[in-house]
Nanobody, 118 residues
Framework: QVQLVESGGGLVQPGGSLRLSCAAS????????MGWYRQAPGKQRELVAT???????NYAGSVKGRFTISRDNAKNTVYLQMNSLKPEDTAVYYC????????????WGQGTQVTVSS
């Protein structure tokens, strides 16, 4: 079974940058999509960005132009570069992996806290 471990969260000032990493272990071969989701205090979990095995990306409108998702297939790692951070970006960020040809294979990391505050 696939395991996902996020890292890179922390406290940053508004306008600053962070890069989150998600390392996948286990049987990660196959056609899959990885992504980042976030949940702010008192709010529902929401999609931030996704990236396919082939590199096709999708972003939430609130982060377009500020965040960049990328992946290194050889390292089984996905990244989220977050620039121009705003207080409303404060949330727990979760990594996700789902296999396109078998959607029941859906995995989640434990989350990493991102706090944007002066």
């Amino acid at each position: 079974q696939v395991q996902l471990v996020e890292s890179g969260g922390g406290l940053v000032q508004p306008g600053g940058s962070l890069r989150l990493s998600c390392a996948a272990s286990g049987s990660t071969f196959g056609i899959n999509r990885m992504g980042w989701y976030r949940q702010a205090p008192g709010k529902q979990r929401e999609l931030v960005a996704t990236i396919s095995s082939g590199g096709s990306t999708n972003y939430a409108g609130s982060v377009k132009g500020r965040f960049t998702i990328s992946r290194d297939n050889a390292k089984n790692t996905v990244y989220l570069q977050m620039n121009s951070l705003k207080p409303e970006d404060t949330a727990v960020y979760y990594c996700n992996l789902v296999y396109i040809l078998n959607m029941s294979r859906d995995y989640w990391g434990q989350g990493t806290q991102v706090t944007v505050s002066s």
